[in-house]
């Protein structure tokens, strides 16, 4: 995900760790290299700027320009910057979901993952966590994501919550609340419907579920090929429904990376979970300091 931007940077900082001393000059001509490979990785233009103007004010000083190792120093700086612009304050992965039954409302557009990434989490509470979990889909335009969620809970072990033709998603919704509760589960977690673009209606539904089910958390799973674009849909979506974190799917792509760098800068939402792959326990905790790591190489 990360390899152009670690490449690009990679050169930067060759460059000046093998100068030796550094004047303030040679440290503003390398972060405006690092400026420019940020907007490359497609980072909103608002994060590249400020992220370089908290680097170069920390690293133009004293400091870093008389030390024995300035190159070095100047590497360390922006690392712990990328720490500090990915990070937010909760804990990435840990969800609230005590008292059961806990709802989770999984929202997005259609193709973003969704699906996939709510079976994910299921398996994912269910197998670390030791949580009983159901799950249903809301899907009501396309029976064929209903049968996707079944088929994924069979394969997992979760179960769903059964189909019944001609409910609205809002029934479906009040019916899953009912299981989960008559049933004992800990958790349960609603696969709304997708759409290919933001629009009212969906909104509406999405609005409509979040008002009967009080989720606990509201995920919004996201493309994290699509750049720029995924912290549009999650600024959009946060208006409008609310949510309590980001999932970056398609992680495992060669996308530039800069969904994940703009996303808590931009949207103040954090990352909680990223998506690997297609095969479901492809799902990992979003880690600042491994992904900052995974940046500097
Ligand atoms: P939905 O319409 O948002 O529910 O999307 P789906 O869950 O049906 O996923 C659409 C496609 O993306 C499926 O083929 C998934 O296997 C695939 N997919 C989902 N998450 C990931 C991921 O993290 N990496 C990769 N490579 N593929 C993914």
């Known amino acids: 995900m990360f390899e152009n931007l670690s490449e690009r940077l990679g050169g930067v900082f060759d460059r000046l760790t093998k100068q030796g001393a550094l004047s303030e000059d040679d440290v503003k001509t390398a972060l405006r290299e690092v400026r420019v490979a940020l907007l490359e990785a497609d980072v909103s233009l608002p994060v590249a ?5 908290k680097v170069q ?3 133009t000083g004293q400091a870093v320009t008389k030390s024995i190792t300035p190159g ?3 590497v360390k700086i922006v ?7 990915l990070r937010g304050e909760e804990e990435p992965g ?9 709802p989770i409302l999984m929202v997005g557009l259609q193709g973003s993952g969704k699906t996939t990434t709510t079976a994910k989490l299921a398996k994912r509470l ?3 966590q030791g949580k009983r979990v159901l799950m249903a889909s809301l899907d009501t335009n396309r029976p064929a994501a209903m049968e996707q969620l079944a088929i994924l809970g069979t394969q997992i072990g979760v179960d769903t919550l059964p189909i019944v033709k001609g409910e609205s998603a809002v029934q479906i919704a009040k019916r899953a609340k009912q299981q989960a509760t008559l049933g004992g589960y800990d958790v349960y977690m609603l696969d709304t419907a997708g759409r290919l673009h933001i629009d009212e209606v969906l909104m509406d539904e999405v609005q409509a579920v979040r008002d009967v089910a009080t989720p606990r958390e509201t995920l919004l799973v996201v493309d994290g090929l699509t750049g720029q674009d995924a912290v549009n849909v999650a600024t959009e979506f946060d208006g409008k429904v609310g949510i309590s974190g980001v999932v970056l799917t398609r992680m495992d792509g060669d996308g530039r990376g800069g969904a994940a760098l703009s996303m808590r800068a931009v949207t103040g939402k954090p990352i909680r979970f990223v998506g690997l792959g297609e095969k479901m326990d492809a799902l990992e905790t979003f880690e600042p300091e491994r992904v900052a790591g995974r940046i500097l190489g």
Do not use: Y
């Not at 700027?49 to 103007?53: A, E, I, M, Y």
């Not at 690392?79 to 612009?85: E, P, W």
């Open 49 to 53: 700027r400020d992220f370089v103007k």
């Open 57 to 59: 004010s920390q690293a």
């Open 72 to 74: 070095q120093q100047v």
């Open 79 to 85: 690392h712990d910057a990328l720490i500090d612009v």
């Open 94 to 102: 840990a969800l609230k979901i005590d008292n059961p039954p806990a």
């Open 126 to 128: 269910k197998d670390k």
